[in-house]
């Protein structure tokens, strides 16, 4: 392919795809934690667009390289995915219950905030092999783009989830560690 509308488009398009799983936990972290600052915000999306920029480059790499074992590695994606979604799905659906006569709700913590990441962008590994045919500064251009859309599509998300987590006060962590659940399922049966 060459840099093109045509090239720009698609990756637009490949991002606003790989960005709905994200976008779904952006949701249920603006839900859980309604008082987030702007600065706040942009850190979330910021990780969620990074991972999303990160997966793709990996599996480019791997696709370059050692590509006969990635393929042995591409069937776990689903199983890895669904894991991290669960264990971190169930500890605010825990929390959530546990919690549910405080008012206050905790933040996610950076290490959730990381296996978020990588749970949510694990499957943009695969993009490693749309991406193969090209070289490396288009693959680097594809994944930035894909970062952007990503960055974008989660603030949207984390200010809809503030919106809805405000209202919904204390049952917000609640119906988050759901979304995270049924996230985590959805990708396993696709």
């Known amino acids: ?8 488009t698609t990756n637009i398009f490949l991002g606003i795809g790989l960005a ?9 972290n603006g839900l859980n934690e309604p008082h987030m600052n ?4 942009c850190t979330i999306a910021g990780v969620f667009g ?6 793709p480059l990996i599996g480019w790499f791997c696709v370059h390289t050692i590509a006969e074992y990635f ?3 591409e069937k776990f994606i689903p199983w890895i995915a669904l894991i991290l979604l669960l264990f971190i ?3 605010m659906l825990i929390e959530g219950i546990k919690n549910d006569c405080e008012e206050e709700v905790s933040a996610i913590s950076p290490g959730a905030l990381f296996v978020q990441g990588i749970a949510t962008s694990i499957d943009a590994l695969s993009v ?3 991406i ?3 070289n490396w500064i288009m693959a680097l251009a594809a994944s930035l783009i894909i970062a952007i859309v990503t960055f974008f599509i989660c603030i949207g998300g984390l200010i809809i989830g503030k919106k809805f987590g405000t209202k919904l006060s204390n049952k917000a962590q609640i119906l988050g560690g759901i979304i995270l659940i049924a996230i985590g399922i959805e990708i396993f049966v696709s």
């Open 1 to 8: 392919m060459t840099w093109s509308l045509l090239f720009f």
């Open 20 to 28: 709905m799983d994200a976008f779904s936990v952006s949701m249920a």
């Open 38 to 41: 702007k600065g706040r915000i």
């Open 50 to 55: 990074g991972f999303q920029a990160l997966m």
């Open 71 to 73: 393929q042995v590695f």
């Open 89 to 91: 799905g169930g500890k």
């Open 128 to 130: 490693g092999f749309t």
């Open 132 to 134: 193969a045919e090209y």
